[in-house]
């Protein structure tokens, strides 16, 4: 009986310590090393690209352009399966590679902005900035 109180005690403080975990928000947005999702190419310069041609799993309207996308490590070869988090499975879609992401998009989407790290969006101060890019990804203790 000891140990079911000892076992349910800790348990109790486990939730607890979980509870107050979930209520942590983080937000990322474009324009950040951190961010993975779906970026406008616009004017910067051509992006390096992953593979050469762009992937789509679900076969849509082929004549659409393609998007572009920084996912993380992993995501792009796994694409089947990763698609649906970033609301892009019948798109054509190109995957930047993090070197030119960092390099060249980076520095240039802050210094457009003033560099801000939450790109002057003062009116979505406090929200969720998942709906920023395309399946925005947080790094959640994953190392990236």
Not at 23 to 52: A, C, K
Not at 67 to 77: D, E, N, S, T
Not at 89 to 108: I, S
Not at 134 to 144: A, D, I, L, M, T
């Amino acid at each position: 009986m000891k140990n079911f109180l000892i076992a349910a005690a800790v348990a109790a403080v486990t939730i607890t310590t979980l509870a107050h975990a979930a209520d942590v928000g983080v937000s990322i947005s474009i324009g950040q090393p951190e961010f993975y999702g779906q970026i406008d190419i616009g004017d910067y310069p051509q992006p390096r690209v992953i593979y050469r041609r762009p992937m789509m799993i679900e076969r849509g309207l082929m004549n659409r352009q393609p998007i572009y996308l920084r996912v993380p490590p992993g995501h792009a070869k796994n694409w089947r399966k990763h698609c649906r988090e970033y609301n892009a499975c019948d798109e054509p879609v190109f995957f930047v590679q993090d070197n030119w992401y960092n390099r060249e998009y980076v520095p240039r989407y802050q210094e457009r902005h003033g560099g801000r790290r939450d790109g002057g969006r003062d009116q979505n101060r406090g929200k969720d900035h998942k709906d920023e890019g395309r399946g925005n990804h947080k790094n959640e203790g994953s190392g990236g």
